[in-house]
């Protein structure tokens, strides 16, 4: 589709034109009563419309182009599923139309007001990262706001689809759901895609089995990374962590991964993904639990609290196999929290309580949102740099949908803000 024929089907969409002004090519007055329902398939552009013409209320489908000689040109006269269109709208009549049967199509012509267009190019040609990031201090607060709101849900709503996405692949366990998004979670962006992976290359019913063993956890995480066939290992610890392994696999056909997909370029010593397993393994330690602690622990603090785990003894010493370090405790950081309270929890909680349709899940995964403290990242410092302001994880969630589901992809026409701003 064409940039003018966008720019019409906005305007039609949104009747941003005069509606004393409408009459067909043969002179009969035009009342939209219903414009229709966006098609974005193949068939005619808007479905389901209801247009009276002249004295006549007519129900069905409406066609657009920016000149009535494309109707010919993209063979919508030879084709059945044009027979339902009742009217087409375009900026330039210069030849009649007719459908498969012979029949004539009613034709209205609309323009697109210089203001409009002027509006439109504005958004759609800036080049910055905001498209509207100039005109943001002409929209209402409270429209921002209901607007925010909204792409919270959505981004959840998205979140949500890739939770049943899992389910389906694992034969309805949440458990299994759980575990997967967790890992991937505690790849912290870095890694995600390799945390992943690695949980889907080592069963959950596995880790279930020998959730009363971290050593055992801890050989069958690092053993199917990959990280225990260099030949550098030496110190005890790895040793037996190989030996394990290597007995594990074995008994389970279990096939490593390559190492070298994990990275720790830039990374910061306690985000090495050695430290972020030995993380991860001491949370799977309880994975018996976890999917029905999420459910049952209402208070934001307990709940928090509960992935608050403390690593094995040789990982308090230790950020990668080794080398030593410093003895801490190796808790994960409040903003690694966040993280996982933010992509973890709060989708599983929200993914729940649509699936068995109980609201409490669905409200306590927005409060655990409204709880969180505001995300720090680019695309946050980008809206705070154009005056927007943000107060939780609820709002900062917002403007990462808007971001990149809307400004990225320049789908102003799609945009509540880049609404307010065309129509003025």
Known sequence: MTYKERLLHYVWKFRLFSPSELKTSDGQCVEIIDAGLENTNAGPDFFNAKIRIGEKVWAGNVEMHTASSEWMKHGHHTDKNYNSVILHVVERIDKEVFNERGLPVAQLQISVSDKVRENADYLLKSNTDLPCRERLS????????????????????????????????????????????????YGFGLNSDEFERLALSLPFNLVLKHSDNLFRIEALLFGQAGMLNNEN??????????????????????????????????????????????????????????FSTILETEDYWRLRLYFQVSVSDYWKTHYSFGKSSAKTERYLG???????????????????????????????????????????????????????????????????????????????????????????
């Open 233 to 290: 290992l030496s110190d005890d610890y790895c040793l037996q962590l190989k030996k394990e392994y290597d007995f594990l696999s074995k008994k389970y056909q279990l096939k490593p991964l390559n190492a070298f997909l994990f990275k720790n370029l830039r990374a910061r010593p306690n985000a090495f993904p050695q430290s972020r397993i030995a993380q991860l393994a001491a949370l799977l330690k309880q994975s018996a639990g976890l």
């Open 138 to 185: 002409e929209i209402q607060p409270a429209a921002i706001n209901a607007w925010f709101n909204a792409l919270a849900i959505e981004r959840l709503e998205r979140k949500t689809n890739a939770i049943f996405h899992h389910l389906e692949r694992f034969n309805k366990s949440w458990e299994q759901s759980l575990y997967v998004l967790l890992s991937r979670n």
């Open 334 to 424: 409040d903003a690694s929290l966040d993280i996982l309270l933010i992509n973890t929890v709060a989708p599983v909680l929200f993914a729940y309580g649509t699936s068995v349709s109980i609201e409490k899940y669905c409200e306590r995964a927005l409060n655990i949102l409204e709880s969180v403290k505001p995300e720090r990242n680019s695309i946050v410092s980008t809206f705070r740099a154009a005056g927007l302001s943000a107060e939780n994880a609820f709002r900062t969630q917002a403007m990462i949908q808007l971001r990149k589901e809307y400004c990225d992809k320049r789908r102003c026409f799609h945009c509540r803000i880049g609404y307010a701003i065309l129509s003025r």
